[in-house]
């Protein structure tokens, strides 16, 4: 079953949010308190702001738009967490796994990345993404938690260069890549360099798997570059073009390599095996 609505306030209508939805929508109370919990209600407020609405007794106004969108599927799947590799107060490491994305959709958060933090740290930590991790991959994810772990970390993970820092992915992707490729381009009118070693290639279905080295940090760095040469990434709807097949972004960073804004010592993850 899947509902996808729009309803606008009018007046009359229940101002209190579940009572709204009990009314206008047919599902239980308890169906539509989880849905909400979920992030599967939006609220569009008289500004035009569009957020989700979490909490039953919020208080709605006439001429607000709520939004509902309900997939039994994604409400009852299994439940997605990611691994917690190194908690340093400062900043934190993950092991982000497949088929979690980062925000959600319109249909819910439950099984986001950005969702399950809220739930790891109490009190909600704030989190700073580093433009050098590409957070739509999976695999292994750096946090930091203070202004201080920041800027250190953009020191480190400098857009121009990394000073002492180290991001290694590995990837599926369209066509049969090079064995050694060097790719030297700009992004956003900035230089940027990704080195790339190919593991396989595999005729059918054409596609490569792919070792890649970040030599500078620009946004998206990796998906932009391959798919400028014709690889795009698998399952890339943003750079390369919808696969149905693909079951997410076939892109997963696997080393991770930086010096701690906390001690100094340098730090080292991997889940190559």
Same mark, same amino acid.
């Given at each position: ?25 047919? &599902? ?6 989880? &849905? ?18 979490? +909490? ?29 590799? #190194? ?50 991959? $999976? ?5 930091? #938690? $203070? ?20 991001? #290694? ?54 998906? +932009? #570059? ?8 698998? @399952? ?11 079951? @997410?972004? +076939? ?12 001690? @100094?010592?340098? +730090? ?6």
């Amino acid at each position: 079953m899947e509902i996808d609505a729009v309803l606008e306030v009018e007046a009359g209508d229940p101002q209190i949010a579940i009572d709204f939805l009990v009314s206008n929508v047919n &599902l239980s109370k308890t169906r539509l308190k989880d &849905l909400m919990n979920k992030g599967g209600v939006w609220r569009v407020n008289l500004a035009g702001e569009r957020h989700r609405m979490r +909490r039953a007794m919020t208080d709605i106004l006439v001429g607000e738009q709520i939004e509902i969108f309900y997939d039994e599927a994604i409400l009852t799947a299994k439940a997605i967490i990611p691994e917690l590799l #190194h908690d340093a107060g400062q900043y934190s490491v993950w092991n982000k796994p497949a088929g979690m994305t980062l925000d959600g959709t319109d249909f819910g958060d439950t099984n986001s990345f950005r969702r399950a933090l809220d739930f790891q740290f109490k009190p909600i930590r704030e989190c700073v993404w580093l433009n050098a991790i590409d957070y739509e991959s $999976t695999g292994l994810v750096v946090l930091a #938690h $203070t202004r201080k772990a920041a800027l250190a970390f953009s020191e480190a993970f400098d857009p121009d260069g990394f000073q002492a820092a180290m991001v #290694h992915y590995r990837a599926d992707v369209g066509g049969e890549v090079p064995e050694q490729l060097s790719i030297v381009e700009l992004l956003d009118d900035q230089i940027a360099q990704t080195r790339i070693s190919r593991i396989r290639y595999d005729a059918r279905p054409d596609r490569s798997v792919i070792d890649i080295w970040l030599e500078t940090g620009r946004p998206d760095q990796a998906r +932009r #570059h391959l798919a400028g040469q014709g690889y795009p990434v698998v @399952g890339d709807e943003v750079y390369g073009s919808p696969d149905e097949d693909a079951m @997410g972004l +076939r892109l997963r960073a696997v080393e991770l390599s930086f010096d701690c804004p906390v001690t @100094g010592q340098n +730090r080292y993850f991997s889940l190559v095996k």
